[in-house]
């Protein structure tokens, strides 16, 4: 990263610390920027590691839309090697927004009170950068945009999230041009809905899994999708579980169901044929 200096900053592979204006690490990284986004709206002390750490997810939502954004491009376009390494970079990058909620994890109720005021009426299911994820891996609603219409720019990214075919729409349609029998009407469904499990998907998996040296690299893309959606299932739960220590049952904020609506998603698995079709192998 950078040489070790002396005491006066001197030597011969001293790095240059003399520059006109901003550093090029500032220049690049932003750090003053992003180190100046914490407006705290109360005298609580634990309110800077919360908005710390939301912040913090946020960029690791961006990154990993960038990831799965590369790797849907990449399966358009039979390029899977570039694909999967973008999956595989998702993995570490899941782990460490996990990891995000250790900080919070252990919030009792009442040290949550102490600012959840100043929360008004936000909410995490407000996140545009979250809900660009979870259009990317199937779970489609025209509903959640909603929330950005007061934002053009948000919401023209999310419309045209919306309409675009998921991560594992992608997926399929490189099955179907692989020659494995994914339906039509699968292939042709209508994009801006949820994607629902199918019988003749979870098929295919079966098949796939079956006999895994016939299509080896399509068997290797099936299991790094399965990482994905074990971490993004490990998500769910670790933000239920912080909220149910935090909050218990009650109302959430921005009027959301809470403990309640965080329970429903996470009994849900995203690429659900993955997951099925392992009790036909």
């Known amino acids: 990263m950078s040489n070790t200096l002396d005491a006066s900053g001197a030597g011969s592979d001293a790095p240059n610390l003399d520059f006109a204006g901003t550093t090029p690490y500032e220049d690049y990284v932003q750090a003053d920027v992003l180190t100046h986004l914490q407006h705290l709206r109360s005298d609580d002390p634990g309110e800077m590691v919360f908005l710390v750490t939301t912040q913090v997810m946020e960029l690791w939502f961006t990154v990993i839309v960038h990831e799965w954004e590369t790797a849907a491009k990449a399966l358009r376009e039979d390029t899977v090697p570039v694909a999967m390494d973008a999956l595989k970079r998702s993995l570490r990058e899941l782990e460490a927004l996990n990891a995000s909620w250790r900080p ?36 489609k609603s025209a509903s959640m ?34 020659g494995l029998a994914v339906p039509q009407e699968v292939l042709d ?49 670790d933000h239920l579980v912080a909220t149910r220590r935090a909050m218990g049952a009650k109302t959430g904020t921005g009027g959301s169901a809470g403990v309640a609506w965080l329970e429903k998603r996470a009994t849900k698995n995203v690429f659900p044929e993955l997951w099925t079709a392992r009790s036909h192998v």
């Open 145 to 178: 945009l909603v929330p950005h219409r007061g934002a053009p720019r948000v919401h023209a990214e999310l419309e045209k999230a919306l309409q675009e075919p998921s991560l594992y729409d992608e997926v399929l349609r490189l099955l179907s041009r692989r």
């Open 104 to 139: 919070l994890a252990q919030l009792t109720p009442g040290q949550f009170n102490a600012y959840r005021a100043a929360l008004g009426e936000g909410s995490g299911f407000q996140s545009a950068m979250y809900r660009r994820m979870e259009f990317l891996l199937g779970e």
């Open 189 to 237: 469904r209508d994009l801006s809905q949820r994607y629902e499990p199918s019988a003749e998907v979870e098929a295919v998996w079966t098949a796939l899994y079956a006999d895994p040296d016939a299509h080896h690299d399509l068997h290797r893309l099936g299991e790094v999708l399965t990482d994905v959606a074990e971490l993004v299932w490990r998500w769910r739960n």
